[in-house]
């Protein structure tokens, strides 16, 4: 019997061949300390530099406006906190959304607790943003809006360049969580107008435990980690040099077969979507219909959990309960409360998510082992 089919690409990814030969040097003979200036040292730094140059290429950067980090979580905590800790004395105010991941609303409540005016804004349906709705809640005092690009749960994308517009417009910095999007749709900094994006390297291929923030140029920051001057010193600590060369192969292979894989991710999906439409009446889509990550599909089966559809078919399909992160119990995912979800329909929620190396064989042998388990479970 074969592994079963992995199908939870939102949650993390393989690291591909080219990504794994690009760390290799990095972890056998150039080991030397990036900060040093012999030769160890520099042939470290050289793969650094080299890596931050693929990373701004691939979301349409400046060189010097990338920061590496430890992951996705650090960056926009690095992003929230630090842009309120340079602003916090003359603006007190901060916008976010109701489907934001931990890694951003976490940060948002902290500011709450500490005496910040914080709002959350709501979704419609299908997870968007109205921006109307952020102009009508964006003030003079409002330093920071943080919408995410895409979302983990149900990969409905939003309008961000709108959004930017009208933080701009209001004298407020634009920041958005690219860590599902990066590697799946164009992630352009310029196109989107953001001041800060945050992205995560094992959500396209390079290893767990790195990510970079983009910062524009002259954006407020101050320091959240303090320590030695790496990485400009807004996030000190020695360098991961492995994991950043990881990192600047994924962003590689990303931007030279986007267009391909976005095309591969789509195909798969919908061929996921329409398997199981076919076999299951009353199957519902949560998310965007078409303004959605293309290989992402969170979809409720009807009377029955997604918790018992995923145990009686485990032995041929890996996928998630909504959010990887909420795994462990049967609560309502917070993203499809906040769509409207009913209880049923959020229990009966499965996030599949679907990667590169996904195969119609693959689509295949998990849409039968989900039909027949469906078929098992629902009375
Ligand atoms: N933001 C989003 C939208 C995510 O999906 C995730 C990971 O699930 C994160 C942030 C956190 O990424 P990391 O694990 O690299 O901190």
């Not at 691939?58 to 590496?68: D, P, Q, T, Y």
């Not at 352009?188 to 435990?209: M, R």
């Not at 997604?306 to 309502?332: F, I, M, P, Y």
């Amino acid at each position: 019997m074969s592994d079963p089919v992995y199908l939870d690409y939102n949650a993390t990814t393989p690291v591909a061949p080219e990504v794994l030969e690009a760390m290799l040097p990095y972890l056998r003979e150039v080991y030397g300390n990036p900060s040093s200036s012999h030769v160890y040292g520099r042939s470290a730094y050289d793969g650094i530099d080299r890596a931050r140059k693929e990373v701004a290429k691939l979301l349409g950067a400046h060189v010097e406006e990338i920061v590496f980090t430890g992951c996705a979580t650090e960056a926009s905590n690095i992003a929230i906190l630090g842009v309120m800790r340079a602003l916090g004395s003359i603006k007190r105010h901060v916008i976010t959304s109701a489907i934001e991941h931990p890694a951003v609303l976490q940060p948002c409540l902290r500011l709450r607790e500490d005496g910040w005016d914080v709002t959350i804004l709501s979704v419609d349906q299908t997870g968007r943003i109205d921006p109307e709705a952020v102009a009508r809640v964006i003030r003079a005092d409002t330093a920071l809006v943080s919408i995410m690009q895409a979302n983990n749960e149900i990969g409905t994308v939003q309008p961000i360049a709108e959004i930017a517009r009208i933080a701009h417009s209001h004298g407020a910095l634009m920041h958005t969580d690219a860590a599902q999007s990066v590697g799946k749709i164009v992630v352009d900094v310029k196109a989107l107008g953001v001041d800060l994006l945050s992205i995560a390297g094992h959500k396209f291929y390079a290893p767990k435990g790195v990510g970079a923030l983009y910062i524009r140029k002259n954006t407020p920051i101050a320091s959240v980690i303090v320590g030695a001057d790496h990485e400009r010193g807004v996030r000190p600590g020695t360098e991961n040099v492995p994991a950043i060369a990881g990192l600047g192969a994924a962003a590689k292979i990303a931007r030279e077969r986007l267009a391909a894989s976005t095309a591969h991710l789509r195909q798969m999906r919908d061929l996921l979507h329409h398997r199981l439409a076919e076999a299951i009446p009353g199957l519902i889509l949560n998310g965007h219909p078409e303004l959605r990550l293309p290989n992402t599909l969170n979809v409720s089966f009807p009377g029955v959990t997604g918790r018992a559809l995923l145990e009686a078919a485990e032995a041929d399909v890996a996928a998630s309960l909504g959010s990887a992160c909420h795994s462990e119990s049967d609560t309502v995912s917070g993203v499809l409360a906040a769509l409207g979800a009913t209880i049923e329909q959020a229990l009966g929620a499965v996030r599949l998510s679907v990667g590169t190396p996904t195969t119609t064989r693959d689509v295949a042998r998990a849409a039968k082992a989900l039909i027949a388990a469906y078929a098992k479970i629902h009375r």
